[in-house]
């Protein structure tokens, strides 16, 4: 990894995302930072610059709307000329503020699965390129994807949950589906150039969707900041590609994640849905 890696992390203006970046900024890294609230985005970037640490450059993009999201992966090439670490962080929990009802994206697609999931899917396969260059002799770039240990079968007959939905389905749906996504792409992907690997950063930490939902929280959130940060710097885990961690423990994902043919159909499926060609054609 570069002395002063050149990070994106999304959902950085609380919670995990905003912690994390405090950290990695400690660290001397190089922050671009997601948020969809531009004022929010602009009060983490002054706070960090007040730290002693380098100004984070801000990115806005709602993730519910896949053309943001497009957007979203163009600003962030034309802000750099390589990306070494993608934290895909950003995400809606199972009820509130966003509600138990089933609802849906910009695109019409399940809001959980849309920004939980295709959001990062979209992101990830359009900042590839600059990945790619930011290959260095002392160690390959770095995907990760801030999933969780509740994890839902994917029904591929009925992936939008326009039956039996519930939060719960819909939002270990999705994070189960991230882990298929970074499965996947770490066999497309030489452990060489880019690795990819998810995990399950603590459970029930105090962010927004904990207390939203007022429940006590079990885990420390500077529990899960240390497992994050881990998975995006730590020389321990290089060259290690396409696995799970519970916190800081490689774990077992749901059945589905070791199936080929879902992470096959999946994949297919997110190239329909997010209206892109097949990047490894």
Known sequence: MREQPVILITGATDGLGRALADRLASRGAR???HGRDAERLATVA????ASGAER????LADLADLRQVAQLAEDVAGMTDRLDVLVNNAGVGSGEPTGRERSTSADGYELRF???YLAGFRLTLGLLPRMRAARAADGPARIVMVASGRQHAL???DLMLTHGYTGQRAYGQSKLAQIMFGVELAHRLPASEITVNSLHPASLMPTKIVLDEHVTS???LESGVDATARLAVDPAVDGKTGRFYDRQREAEPHEQANDPVARRELWLRSLELTRIPEPFA
Not at 46 to 49: K, M, P, Q, R, S
Not at 56 to 59: G, L, T
């Open 31 to 33: 922050l671009i930072l």
């Open 46 to 49: 002054d706070e960090i610059a």
């Open 56 to 59: 984070p450059r801000a990115v």
């Open 114 to 116: 849309a920004v939980n």
């Open 155 to 157: 029904d591929f007959g």
């Open 218 to 220: 079990i885990d420390s």
